[in-house]
């Protein structure tokens, strides 16, 4: 049994495995009850010119966003799909027009490592909802070698020594000191450096984060990440963006198809 986050402090084990613990939010930090997202929904401003016969337009899910922009729902979103399926590019696009780093970190940070993001947050127009953010932070894992020396070199009340970390040990200790709080967060698939046992812990925190008020867009192609309860999932491919649910979701056939019979699937890819 995994036991839920329950108080701040560092990592701890339950059962075998790692939990990040974050403070519980009573309902009285909340506010009013009701909608409490931050932002409501994303969609380009009238008027706004962008040539769709080049990218990040020619990706289905962006060409979505932007003939019939995207409803954000409160809690967990989870954007799921293929490699090429946009949900990177989607990701950036929010950060974007949501005014975070669309390299990841707060919405103070100020790095970059190399311009490949999409552009087109200005075009796009990102709809407040009443939920005021105390916090926001996009995790993107192909930018956390930069995010780390940004955070070394830019340090807060405390050093951080992320590069004297491993790759999971650095995106755990991420999670735990600025996942930690309800407010509104972009994350690239989390999952990149996690095992089997920390993405279970990751489920945990984002479905609590979720729960406490928390407003959470998770891109993944990982069954484990797109199992958070009470999630809204998001299927993306060619034909852009669609509602779903997890048990049909096309990664999960896949890999329910690969752990029944793994010779047989191997067997057939290798001939």
Not at 18 to 28: M, P
Not at 82 to 107: D, R
Not at 124 to 142: I, S
Request: charged share 20%; aromatic share 8%; glycine share 12%.
């Amino acid at each position: 049994m995994v036991r839920r986050p329950v108080a701040l402090g560092p990592f701890a084990l339950a059962s075998g495995l790692a939990v990040v613990h974050y403070r519980r939010v009573s309902s009285g930090d909340l506010g009013q009850a009701g909608d409490r997202r931050v932002f409501r929904q994303i969609h380009p401003y009238r008027g706004a010119e962008l040539d769709m016969s080049r990218w990040p337009a020619t990706v289905p899910a962006v060409a979505h966003i932007l003939a019939e922009g995207l409803d954000f729902a409160a809690g967990v979103t989870v954007l799921a799909g293929e490699n090429g399926s946009g949900k990177s590019t989607l990701v950036e696009v929010i950060a974007e027009a949501c005014g975070l780093n669309p390299q990841g970190g707060s919405a103070k940070a100020r790095f970059q490592t190399r311009d490949s993001e999409p552009g087109i947050g200005g075009h796009l127009w990102a709809e407040r909802g009443p939920g005021y953010p105390t916090w926001m932070y996009f995790l993107r894992a192909d930018t956390m070698h930069g995010l780390y020396t940004y955070l070394e070199e830019n340090p807060g009340r405390r050093p951080d020594r992320f590069h004297e970390l491993s790759h999971g040990e650095g995106f755990l200790e991420i999670l735990r000191t600025r996942i930690n709080q309800p407010g509104f967060y972009l994350m690239d698939e989390p999952d990149a450096p996690l095992s089997f046992v920390s993405s279970l812990s990751l489920v945990a925190l984002l479905h609590d984060l979720g729960a406490a008020g928390g407003q959470v867009i998770v891109a993944t192609h990982s069954p484990v990440i797109a199992a958070v309860p009470d999630a809204r999932i998001l299927e993306l491919g060619p034909w852009g963006i669609r509602p779903s649910q997890w048990q049909e979701l096309e990664l999960v056939a896949a890999w329910r198809q690969f752990l029944g019979q793994p010779q047989t699937f191997l067997r057939r890819l290798l001939e």
